[in-house]
């Protein structure tokens, strides 16, 4: 009995159980997940978790609820990355980063408990939010964000400066 015992936690220990932080609801088209150098098709359900990246070519989109109740529309020709999603009683933290392409996104219960640890990076700026609903593009150098209410507002910011948001009420 003892080295069946053994034998279970050696094949345990040999898979990776990471918790998913995400998964995927909806996908238009076809889409790939990257995770850890392994490429794969994207399908309804698939578990999406930190370091993950999501590129999508064409028409294809791609819809993800994170697992605070955040959801993320990930646009047509775009590469999306998941940097970090940590949402428990003890850390809240949400990093994306949108490295090409286009996206939507509806914060869920960060924007209410930590909103200013809710980000997405591009290479030209970091967007943070104060609960809201926000469109965002990122061509070349250029970035676009399309503030669509709901929520406090958000903050904008480069190198350079920052530009706060917000909705009076």
């Known amino acids: 009995m003892g080295s069946v015992i053994v034998l279970f936690w050696l094949i345990v220990l040999c898979f990776d159980f990471a918790r ?12 790939t997940l990257t995770h850890k150098k392994t490429t794969r098709h994207v399908e309804v359900g698939s578990a999406v978790q930190n370091g993950d990246a999501i590129m999508t070519q064409g028409h294809d989109r791609v819809l993800l ?7 993320v529309q990930i646009g047509s020709n775009s590469y999306f990355v998941l940097q970090e999603d940590t949402f428990t009683i003890k850390k809240q933290n949400i990093v994306m980063q949108l490295r090409e392409g286009a996206m939507r996104f509806v914060t869920g219960k960060i924007s209410k408990v930590a909103p200013e640890r809710f980000r997405v990076k591009t290479t030209t700026a970091v967007i943070g939010i104060r609960g809201t609903d926000v469109a965002m593009f990122k061509r ?3 970035t676009g964000v399309l503030y669509l209410g709901r929520g406090n507002g958000m903050y904008i910011q480069n190198d350079h400066s920052r530009s706060e948001l917000t909705q009076k009420r």
């Open 140 to 142: 070349d150098c250029r």
């Open 65 to 71: 609820r994170l697992d605070d109740g955040t959801s």
């Open 20 to 31: 998913a932080q995400g998964v995927v609801m909806r996908v238009y088209g076809e889409a």
